[in-house]
């Protein structure tokens, strides 16, 4: 059974950092692409990184060049994806979601962690 493990949220002052991982797990065939996604109170679900079995990596605008993706690949077609955070402003509050896409057995969500920046 596909299960997807979250950690690292937590408060933070603003310029700050946190990384956040997701443990993906249970995949007969491995996992493709894996990415965060976050929704803010009021505010839709909006992809912030992704990343596929191989490498590729995709950010929104919005934290190019203050987030970083990256993926551990295990021998048993387990991956953990890391969400280093810098530079963090108050307006990436939110609860952020790990989603994975598993190979020929569909797509999955985390249960969420909160990430909260204060001013």
């Known amino acids: 059974q596909v299960q997807l493990m979250e950690s690292g949220g937590g408060l933070v002052q603003a310029g700050g950092s946190l990384r956040l991982s997701c443990a993906a797990s249970?995949?007969?065939?491995?996992?493709?692409?894996i990415g965060w996604y976050r929704q803010a109170p009021g505010k839709q679900r909006e992809l912030v990184a992704a990343i596929s079995s191989g490498g590729d990596t995709n950010y929104a605008d919005a934290v190019k060049d203050r987030f970083t993706i990256s993926r551990d690949n295990t021998q048993n077609r387990d991956a953990v994806v890391y969400l280093q955070m810098s530079s963090l402003k108050p307006e990436d509050t939110a609860i952020y979601y790990c989603?994975?896409?598993?190979?020929?057995?569909?797509?999955?969500w985390g249960q969420g962690t909160q990430v909260t920046v204060s001013s």
């Open positions: 249970g995949s007969a065939y491995g996992f493709t692409t």
């Open positions: 989603h994975a896409l598993a190979l020929l057995a569909g797509a999955y």
